[in-house]
């Protein structure tokens, strides 16, 4: 029981793990809040690229 506590206390594998999903929630987040925040003017910009490209004759 004694070495169990001591590898579990030594592997440190379990704790990079979990400091990568925390990475990976904030990264996830910031894009959600930005696609909330930019989305109508993204949105709207791509529209007029559209329609200004489809007014375009060759």
């Known amino acids: 029981m ?3 506590i001591k590898d ?3 592997n ?3 704790a ?4 990568y999903a925390l990475i ?3 990264i ?3 894009i959600a809040a930005s696609a909330l925040i ?3 003017s993204i949105a709207s ?3 007029r690229a559209a329609a200004r490209m489809a007014a375009v004759t060759f």
């Open 2 to 4: 004694l070495k169990l």
């Open 8 to 10: 579990l206390r030594i």
């Open 24 to 26: 990976l929630a904030i």
């Open 45 to 47: 910009v791509l529209t």
């Open 12 to 14: 440190e594998k379990g």
């Open 38 to 40: 930019f989305g109508n």
């Open 16 to 19: 990079a793990a979990a400091e």
């Open 28 to 30: 996830g987040s910031a």
